[in-house]
């Protein structure tokens, strides 16, 4: 399963160290290649030759060891990863990674990983409540890192709580879900419209809005990943656009209304609609043929609605399974709710575009995915590439019920 992935393990000093062995043996099962650094706390617990020997490569520990004759070891050794997995990880490095310490070789590495960083933590259960680990915790995370919730229970020093490293099984199946990409859209033919639309009132001016299409592009590529066909409609963007060679069909278009022509066009094919495009409500009633003159004084621009494309594809939308956004800045959960009965959706993704780290332009989204069966599911801040996993992921329980449903 995990044949050609490079793993790095970092061990750190705590008394779940010797469980490390038993994470070796199990990614090298599935065929992975593991590393294994180790800070001097890590090697008071279990010894570099254990894992030496389960690994199958030289265990580093030390900052200022040459690796291979002139190579700088900390620097060679992450820069080819696909992961860097800390476990157990204490809480003297959460926070010297969080304060961007890198005083040993497992630091230093972890300063210049640019793959993936899970940390799995172990600590006593006062330990991991400190607000200050905590504190560290978050800010690890909203720079990307991965973490894997620790167990509650009894604990080495006596006491019973949080702070357990997670079992392995969980371990395992976290470095699976982050490496392996998933095939579970093969089959489907996913429909994504992106971007903001644009309302001309003369050649040279236009109502829009802040949409930048982030979140309909990365939504179009994971699905593409986990091996959809894949239609994106964009509006008009600044983004790059897919390469013919990553096979998404991108159909570009500029107002609501093309953008309802193009979606209604190939709907037939879709099984999977995703409306994450934000389309003008309103267009001027008229458009002039040539650049409005200044002519002093106010002006008034008279308005009417565009179509309502979610409306229409979900009164319409037979056995497909279809999702649209709601950017709300108020109620934002009953609000998107409603706009989901309303508009017969399988699934709306919400979020409140008054967070500075959520909705237009930015790279994070902060949003809650709710389904028709109200199953709410608030999420952290995260990039929308991981959104549009998390939106997927949703979307295959769904879908998968409603075959199983069929079957019966
Ligand atoms: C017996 C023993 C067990 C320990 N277990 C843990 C632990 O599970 N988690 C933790 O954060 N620190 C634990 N510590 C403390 C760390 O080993 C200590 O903070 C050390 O400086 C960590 O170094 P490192 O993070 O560079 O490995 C333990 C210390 C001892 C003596």
Redesign the pocket.
């Known amino acids: 399963m995990l044949t050609g992935k490079r793993i790095i393990l970092g061990i750190?000093?705590?008394?779940?160290a010797y469980k490390a062995a038993e994470i070796v043996r199990r990614l090298r099962s599935l065929n992975a290649e593991v590393w294994v650094v180790m800070?001097?706390?890590?090697t008071?617990?279990i010894t570099p030759l254990t894992l030496q020997t389960l690994s199958g490569h030289t265990v580093y520990t030390e900052t200022f060891a040459l690796q291979e004759g002139s190579k700088i070891t900390h620097i060679n050794l992450i820069k080819d990863a696909d992961l860097f997995l800390i476990a157990?990880?204490?809480?003297?490095?959460i926070g010297?990674f969080a304060a961007g310490i890198g005083d040993?070789l497992?630091?230093t590495m972890a300063l210049a990983a640019r793959c993936p960083v899970i940390i799995a933590?172990?600590?006593?259960s006062d330990?991991y409540d400190n607000p200050i680990l905590q504190n560290n915790i978050a800010q690890l995370k909203e720079t990307g890192c991965r973490f894997i919730e620790t167990e509650e229970g009894e604990l080495?020093s006596g006491l019973v709580g949080k702070?357990r490293l997670a079992n392995i099984e969980v371990i395992i199946s976290t470095v699976i879900d982050l490496l392996v990409v998933k095939k579970d859209m093969a089959g489907e033919v996913v429909l994504v419209t992106a971007g903001p639309t644009r309302e001309y009132l003369d050649p040279v001016r236009f109502i829009s809005n802040r949409s930048s299409g982030k979140m309909g592009y990365a939504i179009a590529a994971s699905a593409k990943e986990r091996g959809a066909e894949v239609i994106l409609i964009s509006g008009p963007t600044t983004l790059q656009k897919p390469a013919k060679s990553e096979g998404i069909e991108l159909i570009n278009v500029v107002t609501a209304s093309e953008m309802r022509e193009e979606a209604l066009k190939n709907l037939k094919r879709a099984t999977i609609v995703i409306m994450a495009a934000a389309v003008s409500d309103y267009r001027p009633v008229d458009i002039s043929p040539g650049k409005i003159k200044k002519s002093g004084g106010n002006v008034s621009l008279d308005l009417t609605e565009t179509p309502d494309i979610l409306t229409e594809i979900g009164m319409d939308k037979g056995n497909r399974i279809v999702v649209g956004f709601a950017a709300e800045t108020e109620n934002l959960e009953s609000n998107a709710m409603l706009k989901l009965k309303r508009k017969n959706l399988d699934i709306i993704v919400a979020n409140d575009v008054l967070d500075p780290d959520a909705g237009f332009e930015v790279d994070t989204n902060v949003v809650t995915i709710i389904d028709k069966n109200n199953e709410v599911t608030p999420l952290p801040r995260m990039s929308k590439k991981e959104v549009s996993y998390r939106i997927l992921d949703k979307i295959a329980k769904i879908a998968n019920l409603k075959r199983t449903y069929s079957r019966a």
Do not use: V, Y
């Open positions: 750190t000093g705590s008394i779940a800070t001097r706390g890590g008071e617990f157990p990880a204490t809480a003297n490095i010297k040993d497992l630091t933590p172990a600590m006593d330990m080495a702070g």
